[in-house]
Nanobody, 122 residues
Framework: QVQLVESGGGLVQAGGSLRLSCAAS????????MGWFRQAPGKERDFVAA????????YYKDSLKGRFTISRDNAKNTVYLQLNSLKPEDTAVYYCGATTGVPGWRYSYDYWGQGTQVTVSS
């Protein structure tokens, strides 16, 4: 079965960095776009970034571009999200997903991982 497994979350001080990983298995994802979303307590799941598996085209939420970077390793079937200059407001559960539709629209996603918690202390 399809599995998306996130890892790399944790507790970090403001200004610090983390790298999240999403390992994909169970099918061929070459026609998919892989996305990262985040959800803070009491809030909607919001788009962060996405990358098209086939050619590496990237998409970002405008306000996060420059601090966060998405990348992929085809050989490892893994997508990464580098988080830099973290702020307390970045605290959320970060989810990895896969879609053949609109990258920034969460309802287009066919598959989701279980999420990984990122907590940024001030």
């Amino acid at each position: 079965q399809v599995q998306l497994v996130e890892s790399g979350g944790g507790l970090v001080q403001a200004g610090g960095s983390l790298r999240l990983s999403c390992a994909a298995s169970g099918r061929t994802f070459s026609s998919y776009t892989m996305g990262w979303f985040r959800q803070a307590p009491g809030k909607e799941r919001d788009f962060v970034a996405a990358i098209r598996w086939s050619d590496g085209t990237t998409y970002y939420k405008d306000s996060l571009k420059g601090r966060f970077t998405i990348s992929r390793d085809n050989a490892k079937n893994t997508v990464y999200l580098q988080l830099n200059s973290l702020k307390p407001e970045d605290t959320a559960v970060y989810y990895c997903g896969a879609t053949t539709g609109v990258p920034g629209w969460r309802y287009s996603y066919d598959y989701w991982g279980q999420g990984t918690q990122v907590t940024v202390s001030s």
